[in-house]
């Protein structure tokens, strides 16, 4: 049986493009870690299946995958760990997808890339050049450059997103922030100031970028805020204070109004984007 679509990781945005696509009716395959970490909620669901693989330490990752997708949207990444299994995760994997994908003539190939491989800089476009500050970046940045030699064989598009955050999103700087407020932590981050995403805005985009074919490249970036401000906003909802806080001077933000016009993408007011994703 042919599935229509596969998304590398049921947890945080993943979750919410299968609810989406299920709501749609259309076919979704998802890939869990392991048997234990499938929620009851996705027991029982119609045009729902899975299989298990841990991408981050499994090199035979095609026991786990369906035998025949359509649209590939890989969301899939690491976003902190040991340097090997950082590569592991985001760049092999990658290569591994998409040698997979090519074999079982995938026509679509969506991979969420991340506005960190842009290094530094305000409302940087498509356009702007690779400058990578962290290991993370890099890997996303060695990802993406796989991807051009395999535009021969199915359509490739890029989604670079700013900082992603939102309820079920567990990894990421605004996540990392988060728990240390939540714990009393000191932070300490190279970031002024960034632009961030609140991932319930980037369902809808992610589905529209279907009807494009051939190689495309989108920013997908929310509102940009001082880091400083950013940790005072979230310590007044959840009424709680970081140790210390030590902010550098790296600014990064991105121009997302080509994903505004063709894409459709609408941002949530911040506050209430905030609220919505911390408040318990």
Request: charged fraction near 25%.
């Amino acid at each position: 049986m042919e599935m229509t679509n596969l998304i590398t990781s049921p947890f945080g945005l993943g979750e919410k493009l299968i609810l989406k696509l299920l709501e749609r009716r259309e076919s979704v395959y998802t890939v869990f870690p392991s048997p234990k970490d499938v929620p009851m909620s996705f027991l029982g669901k119609m045009n729902l299946k899975y299989g298990f693989v841990k991408f981050a330490q499994e090199q035979h990752i095609t026991k786990g995958l369906p035998r025949k997708v359509k649209n590939v949207f890989h969301i899939y990444e690491l976003y902190q760990g040991s340097f090997p299994g950082v590569f592991k995760a985001n760049t092999l994997t990658t290569l591994l997808l998409l040698d997979w994908a090519k074999n079982v003539g995938v026509e679509r190939f969506i991979y969420l890339s991340s506005g960190e491989v842009y290094g530094q800089g305000e409302n940087l476009t498509e356009s702007s050049g690779y400058k990578a500050h962290n290991f993370y970046a890099t890997t996303k940045f060695q990802a993406e450059y796989l991807l051009k030699y395999y535009t021969r064989y199915f359509s490739i598009n890029t989604v670079r997103v700013f900082f992603p955050f939102g309820k079920s999103v567990r990894q990421g700087l605004v996540a990392d922030i988060y728990n240390s407020i939540a714990r009393g932590d000191a932070i300490d981050t190279p970031y002024e100031r960034i632009g961030i995403t609140f991932v319930d805005d980037i369902v809808e985009p992610l589905l529209r970028i279907l009807q494009f074919k051939g190689k495309e490249v989108f920013n997908l970036c929310g509102e940009t805020i001082k880091v400083s401000e950013l940790i005072t906003k979230i310590g007044e909802i959840i009424k709680k204070k970081p140790k210390a806080v030590k902010t550098g001077k790296l600014n990064l933000s991105g121009d997302c109004s080509r994903a505004k016009k063709l894409l459709g993408f609408k941002q949530t007011p911040l506050d209430s984007a905030l609220r919505k994703s911390f408040e318990k």
